[in-house]
């Protein structure tokens, strides 16, 4: 297994079932192809799009640690968001 599918996985098992669906759903939009987060899928994809899938998990997971309640700085911020984002 290449290092940056072991970083990949290691990454997405840190994630909830919920963050699990967005970040894939997104990933799968952003690469045009369905995306499952399996070494034998993810051995599938070029380096580049390794890359773009680790820099996303390392980034998702990063702002959930930097601030865990991003709702609710928006919400004391008053910065109006979409109540669909809260759901």
């Known amino acids: 297994m290449r290092m940056p599918i ?3 996985l290691s990454l997405y098992n ?3 079932d ?6 894939v759903t997104s990933l799968s939009i952003h690469l045009d192809k369905p995306l ?3 070494a034998s899928e993810l051995s599938d994809l070029s380096q580049d799009e390794l890359n773009v899938v680790d820099q996303a998990l390392q980034a ?4 959930k640690a930097e601030f865990p ?3 609710d ?5 008053n910065v109006p968001i979409d109540e669909e984002a809260k759901s």
């Open 6 to 8: 072991a970083n990949i």
């Open 14 to 16: 840190e994630l909830t």
């Open 18 to 23: 919920e963050e699990r669906a967005s970040i």
């Open 36 to 38: 499952q987060m399996t």
């Open 60 to 63: 998702f997971i990063n702002t």
């Open 69 to 71: 309640d991003i709702l």
């Open 73 to 77: 700085v928006y919400d004391r911020i």
